[in-house]
């Protein structure tokens, strides 16, 4: 039997040689390219794009994985449109913007000192025009890199998961809804936005569950989410307190509506960590971080924020007490210690006007609410009765999307503030099933408990350690919190609520077969 003759010095050589001149030339081409370039547009624009091409390219091609981390790092940090807030700068990055949006705001200009500045001679006003933002761009790229590898390394293998069938069920009728309303006289371009999210939500839940392979992976978007998060709730503060300084927190918040939603989780994701004994260095920097997102949150000024940890804490502890059954007593204990603070707090801050008073009053409003409460209230039940008569005009196959809803009931105009009041309402529960019918009603349902029921069976798994429940339990709970921030605030068509949830439905469905194989029970001789 002959041995592999070992290579030699000059083989190394030669190899090393053969790699310097395909990167000359590669080199070459290069420069070639950007400077003709230059030379037709007499602009650094094509040139650069040209280099952050190829970058990408290669760099999706040496790590295929890369762009689940990239993407939710995009998704925890940076906001769908700008603030116009003077200490912004998270939401100037145009991660989540249309390409020709990109294009109108920031132009590059070579001026006579050969220097590049930022031209913002158009307003950032026509989100809508360009069916096609950066991250699409990013995704085709990665798509497109990962195919060609896996067939050139021919490992062409895309698995999909416990979960794939209930979500891609709902989304066949998310694309009839599409066509259905298309082809009755909805706007296209409006339709796409509504339709963007549901499926981003399938690619993120397919993105996690093949990419992530290894605990330390989770890991990672532990840390990127605490950090961003904690970094959004720096600014907010900072925005709130120094930016504002004396003036009155606006109506609707220093930000984004869905930062809200992050604010909660990160908040959840403390409370599970701590309660499964996971990560002890990552809580320590959750809990330093804890106020400055504490005051963020409130600084966002969103009662669905209050409300989607009032109604989660609960499940949290019962998830936990189910999954632990060893530390039931402390739980329990913990828990009634919450209740009663909680119950302390409600009433000595329900009526107080301080800031630290926001999530007792935002609670109290929904049962003796204030003007300015009430007017939303009876807004939002005026909203709810036009979606609920659009449902009935077609109740089986649905009204279609990028069609406005019917107004049977008298409703504010709203438009000044927000364009798509009766395209996207708040309550995108009824949103969803005016849109796709009740059949598809019925499939988001069927594709939300069959992430609430996957979750549950992992909880009680007997040999899953505490990390996967706890990555369970996480899962499970920003499945609800998607749920009431969808039924009270406008959050199922938000790009990034939606693709947050999506990864993290991966990750659940993906944490199992990461554990140790369960030790094999002993033989018993009679």
Known sequence: MSLRESPSAEDFARTARGRAYKFALCALALALAASGAFMVTQSLLLPIVLLVILLALVTLWRYPGIMLPIVFTAVCLFELLPTHYADAFTDQIPFFWNINTIIQRYAFVLTDQSMFFWNQRYSLTNFKAVPLNLLEVLLLFSGTSAFLHAAYTKKVKLQVGPLFWPIFVYICFVGMGW????????DFKISLMEVRPQFYFLLAY??????????????????TMALCIGLKGCLYTFRRYVTLGGLPLPDQGVGSHEEAFLFDTFV????????????????RVMWCLLPLVFMGNLATNRRAGTAALVIVVPILFLAADRALPNARVRIRIIGCILLVLFSGYYQAFKNSDNAFAQPARALKSQFAPDARDLSSNLYRDAENMDLMATIKLSPVQGYGYG????????IADISKDYEYWDIMPHNQILWVWMRVGTLGFA?????????????CQTLRREHADSYIKAVATFSLLVTSMLMIFGLLDLQLVNFRDMLFTGFWAGAMAAVPRMAADPPAEKEVTP
């Open 179 to 186: 066509a259905n309303g298309t082809l009755t006289g909805g």
């Open 206 to 223: 397919l993105m996690a569950f093949n990419i992530l392979r290894e605990r330390r992976q989770i890991n990672t978007l532990f840390w």
């Open 268 to 283: 959840v994701l403390l409370i599970v960590l701590s309660l499964f004994q996971e990560h002890k260095r990552l809580r």
């Open 403 to 410: 069609k406005h809803m019917l107004h049977a009931v008298e």
């Open 443 to 455: 499939a988001f349902w069927m594709m939300v408990s069959a992430l609430i029921i996957r979750a």
